[in-house]
């Protein structure tokens, strides 16, 4: 998901005195353990997600693609979370007890930046993805003939979509908030926040306008399967920008707010309530191959597979397409 919404830290920059260091060195540790495990979760579970992907091809269908694209997309963030950890610890433990702090400092400046700012972007491809992925199926409700027709090229042209938006985005970002000031760099983030947004919100409550009040076509195992997709993606959907809500107002405040507001807030409260926001934004990566092993039969049929190191039926693989409009 979108989270990293920029280049700055939780804290703000003009208020790192306020911080450094803030918490004990086993706090530190714990939270560490904590932040690392739960990227080490996410790079499993949606690598294990993409073999499933691609060992079952009726999971290969057209339609999918774009949920494969989000799970690379949450696979690459959980990857390089660890930046994003390293940097925003830093304001808060002392360097020795941050456990890649060595590599960071020794890779040099240039290096940790780009770093830095790989996370940003394979979480904003999420998060656009997303959007995407709303507009596929809002496509699929009103147009089912249509989209069953859809060539691969468009898929294709979706996809690239995603990745080029999410690296203005990023790009947007590094320049406004270096170069143009945090004022343009907030409007800026919450505009296209708000945009996207809007597009899913509008998206998903015009397809449940669709199946409960609109006409639709006969009825047949091929319509069943596509809504409980919908449903499926639009739970994943819900919950992903559930827990990436607390990272998004929590950042979107902190650089923003007079200094007398800390005296306000007890301390504990302001330095853990971010790295929570943290925990919570990268657990968003682990919803979507959870929510697809219990929804999606294929997708768990072919995950016991590989788990159980036992090649995948054929006659299976035909018994239950996904789409079988």
């Known amino acids: 998901m979108a989270a990293e919404l920029g280049n700055s830290t939780f804290f703000g920059e003009q208020n790192v005195t306020l911080f450094e260091p803030s918490i004990s060195r086993s706090e530190c540790i714990t939270w560490q353990l904590v932040l690392y495990t739960v990227s080490a979760t996410v790079v499993i579970l949606n690598g294990l997600s993409i073999i499933v992907f691609l060992r079952d ?9 774009l949920v494969i694209n989000l799970t690379v997309a949450d696979l690459f963030a959980g990857l390089f979370s660890p930046s994003m950890l390293v940097y925003n610890l830093g304001f808060l433990c002392p360097k020795g007890d941050i456990f890649l702090w060595q590599f960071w400092f020794a890779v040099g400046n240039l290096t940790t930046g780009i770093f830095r700012h790989l996370a940003p972007f394979f979480l904003h491809s999420s998060f656009v ?14 147009r ?27 790009a947007a970002d590094i320049l406004l908030f270096w170069y143009g000031g945090y004022l343009p760099f907030f409007i800026l983030i919450n505009s296209v926040l708000s945009c996207c947004l809007l ?13 409960n009040w609109g006409t639709h076509p006969r009825r047949h ?38 200094s007398v507001f800390y005296d306000k807030v007890p301390h504990g409260t302001i330095i853990r309530s971010p790295l929570v926001a943290l925990c919570l934004l990268f657990a968003n990566s682990l919803v979507n191959p959870i929510f697809y092993a219990f929804r999606i039969p294929e997708f768990k049929r072919a995950l016991f597979s590989v788990l159980m190191c036992r090649p995948l039926s054929a006659r299976h693989v035909q018994e239950f397409p996904l789409n079988g409009m």
């Open 221 to 258: 195992g091929g319509v069943s399967k596509e809504r409980k997709l919908t449903k499926t993606l639009f739970i994943v959907t819900s919950v992903s920008l559930m827990l990436s809500l607390p990272h998004i107002v929590l950042w979107s405040v902190a650089g923003n707010v007079e």
């Open 199 to 211: 597009i899913i919100l509008v998206s998903y409550a015009s397809i449940v306008a669709k199946i």
């Open 57 to 65: 091809r009726s999971l290969r269908k057209r339609h999918m693609y």
């Open 129 to 142: 993805s997303l959007v995407v992925i709303s507009l596929e199926r809002l496509h699929a409700t009103f």
């Open 144 to 170: 089912p003939f249509k989209h069953r027709l859809m060539k691969k090229r468009t898929i294709g042209t979706a996809v690239f979509a995603v990745w080029f938006t999410a690296g203005i985005w990023v």
